[in-house]
């Protein structure tokens, strides 16, 4: 059974700072997909990840893939308060596996 | 372009009443998904469909039936809904199963007491 887990969990943070949340999953896949989930509202795509190395940015979020590793990384720099949100990652094997989610919170 | 759009929004059930929550999307895509959303459990899947005229079974199928009715509609039916199917469902579609970004519809919140 493929088992994608994300971590931390929850995540509060103050602005300006930096922090990463990790994806880490079971088994190979070279496709790998982050989500934003705001409170009470549906799920954005964010970054498509489709080979070893890929990195992707937009704004404060930079994500990248090490499929050796099993492993992808949302970077977040400088956070602001509009980042709140949880953050969904993906794997893409025939069909997708989601993680359980970060719940970001930016405190002022 | 409305993107995928579902109806009903919220909806409450009493136990062992039936339902079907709609799906469509206008992306002109070949694959469509439902999924729930349970707190702390991330998404799962329940049924796909991969082109018009064919469905399969997700991670947690149980309790749930679906249709793809044409290219654009794909419903999911609870024949005799119970309190574990309280959740939010999600439709989702993509261009092809699988490797394709999938673009979500606004969730239906599910109630059954």
């Known amino acids: 059974e493929l088992k994608v887990e994300q971590n931390p969990l929850f995540l509060s943070m103050q602005e300006g700072k930096n922090y990463t949340i990790y994806c880490n999953y079971s088994?190979?896949?070279?496709?790998l997909y982050w989500y934003r989930q705001d409170p009470g509202k549906s799920l954005e795509s964010l970054f498509v990840?489709?080979?070893?190395?890929a990195v992707k940015q937009e704004g404060r979020l930079m994500a990248s893939l090490d499929t050796k590793a099993r492993l992808s990384t949302l970077h977040i720099t400088a956070a602001v308060h509009d980042l709140s949100a949880t953050y969904f990652c993906a794997v893409g094997i025939g069909q997708f596996y989601f993680g359980t989610g970060t719940s970001l919170t930016v405190i002022p | 372009n409305a993107g995928v759009t579902q109806t009903p929004k919220f909806q409450v059930l009493k136990t062992g009443q039936s339902m079907t929550l709609q799906c469509a999307q206008d992306?002109?895509?070949?694959?469509m998904y439902w999924y729930r959303q349970d707190p702390g459990m991330g998404l799962r899947l329940i049924y796909y469909s991969a082109s018009e005229g064919t469905t399969d079974k997700g991670e947690v199928p149980n309790g749930y039936n679906v249709s793809r009715l044409n290219k654009r509609e794909f419903s999911l039916r609870l024949e005799s809904a119970a309190p574990s199917q309280t959740s939010v469902y999600f439709c989702a579609s993509s261009e092809n199963r699988g490797l394709d970004t999938q673009y979500f519809g606004p969730g239906t919140r599910l109630t059954v007491l």
């Open positions: 992306m002109n895509h070949n694959s």
């Open positions: 088994t190979t896949s070279d496709r």
């Open positions: 990840l489709l080979s070893n190395g």
